[in-house]
T-cell receptor
């Protein structure tokens, strides 16, 4: 079956611009996670949704980062006033329910010039 | 911080078994051991997980010591496509209202050599 998909696969933007990154979870998966991976590091947790609500956003680095999941399926990660330090691969994962195995998408590589 | 310790890198000859160790000496009774791998420029791929019994699936075997303080991931016949970074992660089975985010360390870079 179809796995987690993320679009775009690559995004290049200029410092100060706004970007949106999209995640389509596996159909029927109620839990959705966003992670960020910097070069040479393991992924780091950003935010977790159970259904439509953000159940844990403790990993978001600051208030420039925001994520939504309005219908409990697709999620969008939004970054305002991008900075060069935001350059990373942004990964999305989903699971059937909260405590189940997470399956990852291919990621979106964000480059801020 | 990650609750696991893994070697930074390992080599394995193609066709041989790859045995990847992981120490998780502070693991608690309600935590699983999960293994993921990440091939260059791809998202992490789930491999296997276990609580206290050994587990096997089509990809690998997971051996957990009786005291649960360490485990070994075994790829029985490594191929060049198994070259990747392998992450060992401990994660709660159930934590009530909490989330279940995965805490990744730096993993083990496995190189399968022809």
């Amino acid at each position: 079956g179809a796995g987690v998909s993320q679009t775009p696969s690559n995004k290049v933007t200029e410092k100060g611009k706004y970007v949106e990154l999209r995640c389509d979870p596996i159909s029927g998966h109620t839990a959705l996670y966003w992670y960020r991976q910097s070069l040479g590091q393991g992924p780091e947790f950003l935010i977790y949704f159970q259904g439509t609500g953000a159940a844990d956003d403790s990993g978001l680095p600051n208030d420039r980062f925001f994520a939504v999941r309005p219908e409990g399926s697709v999620s969008t990660l939004k970054i305002q006033r991008t900075e060069r330090g935001d350059s990373a691969v942004y990964l999305c994962a989903s699971s059937i329910s909260t405590a189940d195995t997470q399956y990852f998408g291919p990621g979106t590589r964000l480059t801020v010039l | 911080d990650a609750k696991t310790t893994q070697p930074t890198s390992m080599d394995c000859a193609e066709g041989r078994a790859a045995n990847l160790p992981c120490n998780h000496s502070t693991i608690s009774g309600n935590e699983y051991v999960y293994w993921y791998r990440q091939i260059h420029s791809q998202g992490p791929q789930y491999i296997i997980h276990g609580l206290k019994n050994n587990e096997t699936n089509e990809m690998a075997s997971l051996i957990i010591t009786e005291d649960r303080k360490s485990s070994t991931l075994i790829l029985p016949h490594a191929t060049l496509r198994d070259t990747a970074v392998y992450y060992c992660i401990v994660r709660v089975v159930y934590s009530g209202a909490g989330s279940y985010q995965l805490t990744f360390g730096k993993g083990t870079k496995l190189s399968v050599i022809p």
